[in-house]
């Protein structure tokens, strides 16, 4: 079991940045893979990003390709969303998400199963 907790969320203006945090409590955290996800009003929770449990590999989608940057420090027990030149269209409640590796379990991309959930923080981008 494992607890997620998201902070940094909060109003940007169009182009700019937020780092987004999620600390996880337990002793196992280096054994996930993390990944980000967002939900707008009115829409579906959408994949953001993921990384694995090393961190050695790292995933988007590509309405965030270039833009954003996952990465983590497990001897925090943390994983980070760096968000750059945002966007008015990445308004949305932004949560992280815990992946238990399992055989044939996606973890990114489409459909990504994810075991542990955070509460979310809202993240509001400005025109």
């Known amino acids: 079991q494992v607890q997620l907790v998201e902070s940094g969320g909060g109003l940007v203006q169009t182009g700019g940045s937020l780092r987004l945090s999620c600390a996880a409590s337990?002793?196992?955290?280096?054994?996930?893979?993390m990944g980000w996800f967002r939900q707008a009003p009115g829409k579906e929770r959408e994949f953001v990003a993921a990384?694995?449990?090393?961190?050695?590999?790292?995933y988007y989608a590509d309405s965030v390709k270039g833009r954003f940057t996952i990465s983590r420090d497990n001897a925090k027990n943390t994983v980070y969303l760096q968000m750059n030149s945002m966007k008015p269209e990445d308004t949305a409640v932004y949560y992280c998400?815990?992946?238990?590796?399992?055989?044939?379990?996606?973890?990114?991309?489409?459909?990504?199963?994810?075991?542990?959930w955070g509460q979310g923080t809202q993240v509001t981008v400005s025109s």
């Open positions: 998400a815990a992946h238990v590796p399992r055989y044939g379990r996606r973890w990114y991309g489409s459909n990504p199963e994810y075991d542990y």
């Open positions: 990384i694995n449990w090393t961190g050695s590999r790292k």
């Open positions: 337990g002793r196992t955290f280096s054994s996930y893979n």
